[in-house]
């Protein structure tokens, strides 16, 4: 007799058990009634009718994607190995169901050809510099296309750039000649700034004799700071004044190789007058 009663109770309980869903804080249920759209329910216990009713069952924390490693030809024709991580969450259970098969693998594409096609427009050297500009261009692209999908982007990071050994040679060739560039710079930069001050000097000490003395002077007395052989005779600067007036005083008219001096009191005048009388 209680055979009879414990059946319908079994499957009742079956049924019950069947229908009680609980879904946390970060799950959202998208619910079917006969194969149309109802409604978004939970978080929390409700009851889901079976066969008539079924529930799509989605996250909404933020999904951490590693984008593939991409084959990239920049701008400037170098191929590069580029690879990226994707933040994204659903925003919208309801579209992220409807209106895409599986939004996972649908983001992951996206972002692998957007990716390959921001990059491709960029020089190697901004792929390199400018990264943080290039971030946000990607996100900002992914972004607007999943907009339909309820899924919102919250950032994109590229990871790694990878050169073959070649390139990396060449650009450590180029990195090694801006060096040497910069360092003729600065340079001849402290070359020109050494000569306006050596200019200076030479105004101020020009008005002063003693100072050029003194000058002559501490140059000998560094000289003798160093283990050097070399012996140093003091000369007094005013000693080349002498020998400038005596050189400029015995220098005089010298007569030109080939012609006989002039005798007093006999010109050509005087002979042309002999000559008459």
Do not use: C
Request: aromatic residues 6%; proline residues 5%; without cysteine.
């Amino acid at each position: 007799m209680w055979v009879s009663y414990l059946v319908p109770v079994v499957l009742v309980l079956l049924l019950l058990a069947a229908s009680i869903r609980i879904l946390p804080e970060y799950k959202r249920g998208v619910v079917f009634f006969l194969g149309r759209y109802q409604a978004v329910k939970g978080p929390g216990l409700f009851i889901i009718i079976p066969i008539i009713q079924k529930m799509e069952v989605v996250d909404l924390r933020v999904v951490t994607m590693d984008v593939p490693e991409q084959d990239v030809i920049s701008r400037d024709n170098v191929t590069v190995r580029v690879n990226a991580v994707l933040y994204f969450r659903v925003v919208d259970p309801e579209k992220a169901i409807i209106q895409v098969e599986n939004f996972t693998v649908a983001t992951s594409q996206l972002a692998q050809t957007t990716l390959r096609s921001v990059l491709g427009k960029h020089d190697l050297d901004e792929m390199l510099s400018e990264r943080d500009k290039l971030n946000d261009d990607i996100q900002e692209i992914i972004d607007t296309q999943t907009e339909e999908w309820g899924i919102k982007v919250a950032n994109v990071e590229i990871k790694h750039v990878d050169l073959d050994e070649s390139m990396i040679r060449a650009i450590a060739r180029q990195a090694e000649a801006e060096r040497e560039r910069r360092a003729k710079v600065i340079h001849a930069e402290g070359e020109l700034q050494a000569s306006k001050k050596l200019v200076e000097a030479a105004n101020v000490m020009s008005g002063n004799t003693a100072s050029l003395q003194l000058r002559y002077l501490q140059t000998m007395s560094d000289m003798s700071n160093k283990n050097a052989s070399t012996i140093v005779f003091p000369l007094p600067l005013d000693i080349m004044d002498v020998f400038k007036t005596m050189v400029k005083g015995g220098a005089g008219p010298q007569p030109t190789p080939g012609s006989a001096p002039a005798s007093p009191g006999h010109g050509t005048g005087g002979d042309a007058d002999s000559k008459d009388i």
